[in-house]
């Protein structure tokens, strides 16, 4: 695992910022542990050390909608956010897989934002946060499902191991649609389906409707 500074390389240039995790443990979270819950008042800062968390939007049906993924030495908006407003979470956080994170309480993030190299830092997490999120917003408003699902398809090898249910969930749709459109996809060869496994037979089929985002 690396260390903090280099995942968080601005916290290298700020003098006294052992100071703010004096004192703090190291959080250790399996996959599919819940970081935080909708509703719930914001805990800290998070700093990732390892692993993965997933944030997303559940709608009281159970449908889910991704926001985003945190890896080591990323950010995490909802965090943030919760943090300056000091309003509850707006979101839920779910490790995808073992994790290990400092947690910076709240009234520490708050007094480390004096620092003019903590606050640039932590805008500058945010803008780059924003952006992304804009782009995800973007995605689900104005690109056709099967394309976003043929985009997702591709960029992991030959082979996914991922079930209909989670691909539903990253792409705001539910699991039969998701089903049916594999199964289209299969259909004309494209892809071959079996238990919690995606084979790419064609990726050069699905990066063309990857494209054809209209």
């Known amino acids: 695992m690396k260390s903090i500074t280099d995942l968080y390389p601005a916290l290298s240039g700020i003098a006294d910022y052992g100071q703010w995790l004096d004192g703090l443990r190291s959080i250790e979270l399996a996959a599919n542990s819940p970081v935080y819950t909708e509703g719930q008042p914001c805990q800290g800062f998070p700093l990732l050390l390892s692993g993965c968390i997933r944030v997303f939007k559940q709608a009281e049906n159970g449908r889910e909608i991704e926001l985003y993924r945190i890896d080591a030495g990323e950010s995490c908006i909802v965090s943030i956010s919760s943090l300056i407003s000091n309003r509850q979470y707006q979101a839920r956080a779910v490790t995808e897989r073992a994790s290990v994170l400092y947690l910076l309480p709240a009234a520490r993030f708050h007094a480390a934002l004096s620092n003019t190299v903590f606050r640039d830092y932590v805008l500058g997490l945010f803008a780059d946060r924003m952006t992304d999120l804009m782009e995800r ?62 084979d790419i037979l064609d990726p050069h089929a699905l990066r063309e409707l990857a494209t054809h985002q209209n």
């Open 137 to 198: 917003v973007e995605e689900v408003a104005f690109q056709r499902l099967d394309a976003r699902l043929a985009n997702r398809l591709l960029g992991h090898g030959q082979q996914l191991h991922v079930t209909h249910a989670q691909l539903a969930n990253e792409l705001g749709s539910v699991r039969e649609i998701i089903s049916r459109l594999l199964k289209g996809f299969e259909t004309r060869g494209w892809i071959k389906l079996s238990r919690e496994q995606i």
